[in-house]
Structure formats: C-alpha cells, structure tokens
C-alpha cells in the first residue's frame, strides 16, 4: 500500500476525470490520499472529495503562503473557525513562498507562525511548503521548537545540510516527483539519510516525475516516485511502500 502525504485531488485540473484518475491511483496501489488546503476558496471542493471517497481521503485546513495577502487575518479566521467545526489530519499546507512575491515576507511569517500555534493547540502536524525561503522557514523554526513540533516539509528540494535541519525540528521529508529529475540533486545524497524520515508524495496536479514531467501530475505516478527511491536506496519497491506508509501513520496519527 503506498500514501500520498500530499495531493490536490480537488484541483480544477482533475475537473473531466477525477473518477478515473482515482481508480487509476488505486490500480497502482495508493490508497491514502492527504489532502493540503490553499485557502477558503477550495474549502467546499476539499469536503466534497472527502465524502466522494470517505475511507481514502484525509483532509487538512490551512492558509497557504501564495494565499497570504492583505486579507489574511480573514483567512485565517476562517481556518480557525473551521477547526471548531470538524476534525482534521494536519495544518497545512502553511509556510513561506518567496518565488512569487518577496513583499508579502513579514505577513507570511506571521501567518505561518499563528498556524504552528493553532496545530500545537490541536495536538496536530504542520505541513510546510517551502519555496526559496528554507533560512526564513528556519528562523520561524527556530521561534516554536518545543515537543509538539513536528510535522513534514512537503516537496523537499534543499540540500543534505537543510535536509538533517528540517529533520532536526522532528520534520519528515516529502519526497516527490523531484527525486526523478536530472537535476533534482536530492537523489544524490538521500540515502545517507534514515528512511524513518521519508514520506511520499505526488503534490499533484504539479511536479510530475519522470517521464510525464512538465505534464499534469495524479496520484496514479506516487508508484514511479516509490521505483526510484527504492533504486536509491537500494532496497524494494514494497520496503519502501511499507516503510513510507508507516511513517505517514507515525505523523497523521492514522
């Protein structure tokens, strides 16, 4: 059984064969599907998903750091008031994203560091996405270290050093489509690094591995993350599917 840590099933992208997709996704084996927010617009989708398919999918609830504008004090309204409301598996996916628009820095990192908070009070996982800001992601880091910390750094791309950082705040590694890519590096040193701290991931509809790469991204493709990894690794494609699976139950608690 493989986990997507990391999906957007919901996406406009799946639009005319989100049905086949999924059955795609199932044919190859995945089986859990966790599902990051991006911000109130997506809300009705992500539950509409959760009660197509109630026994694969988990959903989170999040602001994420492309959506943290001037109204971000409202988004974030909204995340807390729909934590009151239901449960969830993880805030995220929150963080810092300095690829768009570095003006937004100092609201990102105040909403990145209301939302630890929130998933601390819930007892919950962070799920941070990190574009061209791992020394911002750190300094917040660095800020809220304490036991109840923990969570994955989806799509890790950084380098080994960042990798034992990110793992030394109890943060697992989401490795995706990027472990395919020629010059994705990260197949270089991932196995000098435990595999207790590696989860999959697809961050579909984007990133798509090798050989669909610059195509739309599903599920379905987690299995062709899974055969290289498992080739760096050196061990089987089901070690790596059992182990991956565990340390996803490990962080979402399920």
């Given at each position: 059984?493989?986990?997507?840590t990391h999906?957007?099933?919901?996406?406009?992208?799946?639009?005319?064969?989100?049905?086949?997709?999924?059955?795609?996704?199932?044919?190859?084996?995945?089986e859990?599907?966790?599902?990051?927010?991006?911000?109130?617009?997506?809300?009705?989708?992500?539950?509409?998903l959760e009660?197509d398919?109630?026994?694969?999918?988990?959903?989170?609830?999040?602001?994420?750091?492309?959506?943290?504008k001037?109204?971000?004090e409202?988004?974030?309204?909204?995340?807390?008031?729909?934590f009151k409301?239901?449960?969830?598996?993880?805030?995220?996916?929150?963080?810092?994203?300095?690829y768009?628009?570095?003006?937004t820095?100092?609201?990102q990192?105040?909403?990145?560091?209301?939302?630890?908070?929130?998933a601390?009070?819930?007892?919950?996982p962070?799920?941070?996405?990190?574009?061209?800001?791992?020394?911002?992601?750190?300094?917040?880091?660095?800020?809220e270290?304490?036991?109840q910390?923990?969570?994955?750094?989806?799509?890790?791309?950084?380098?080994?050093?960042?990798?034992?950082?990110?793992?030394?705040f109890c943060m697992?590694?989401?490795?995706?489509?990027?472990?395919?890519?020629?010059?994705?590096?990260?197949?270089?040193?991932?196995?000098?690094?435990?595999l207790?701290?590696?989860v999959?991931?697809?961050?579909a509809?984007?990133?798509?591995?090798?050989?669909?790469?610059?195509?739309?991204?599903?599920?379905?493709?987690?299995?062709?993350?899974?055969?290289?990894?498992?080739?760096?690794?050196?061990?089987?494609e089901?070690?790596?599917?059992?182990?991956?699976?565990?340390?996803s139950k490990?962080?979402?608690?399920?």
């Open positions: 059984m493989l986990t997507d999906t957007h099933l919901y996406s406009e992208a799946f639009q005319e064969d989100r049905e086949a997709m999924m059955k795609r996704a199932f044919e190859q084996g995945v859990r599907f966790f599902i990051p927010a991006i911000d109130s617009g997506y809300t009705e989708a992500m539950y509409a009660q398919y109630p026994n694969h999918i988990f959903l989170m609830m999040g602001l994420h750091p492309t959506s943290v001037e109204n971000y409202e988004e974030l309204t909204h995340v807390e008031a729909e409301k239901r449960n969830f598996y993880a805030v995220g996916e929150i963080g810092i994203d300095l768009w628009d570095k003006t820095l100092g609201i990192k105040k909403a990145f560091k209301r939302q630890i908070q929130l601390k009070k819930y007892k919950l962070i799920v941070i996405h990190c574009r061209d800001a791992f020394d911002e992601i750190f300094e917040v880091l660095e800020t270290k304490d036991d910390l923990f969570g994955i750094f989806h799509c890790f791309t950084g380098t080994f050093e960042q990798a034992q950082r990110a793992i030394s697992k590694l989401g490795i995706g489509g990027v472990v395919t890519f020629k010059n994705g590096k990260i197949d270089q040193f991932l196995n000098q690094i435990d207790k701290h590696i999959l991931e697809t961050d509809p984007y990133l798509s591995p090798v050989p669909h790469r610059g195509k739309r991204n599903e599920s379905s493709y987690l299995a062709l993350v899974c055969k290289k990894v498992a080739e760096v690794y050196g061990v089987s089901a070690e790596i599917a059992n182990v991956t699976t565990a340390n490990a962080v979402f608690g399920i």
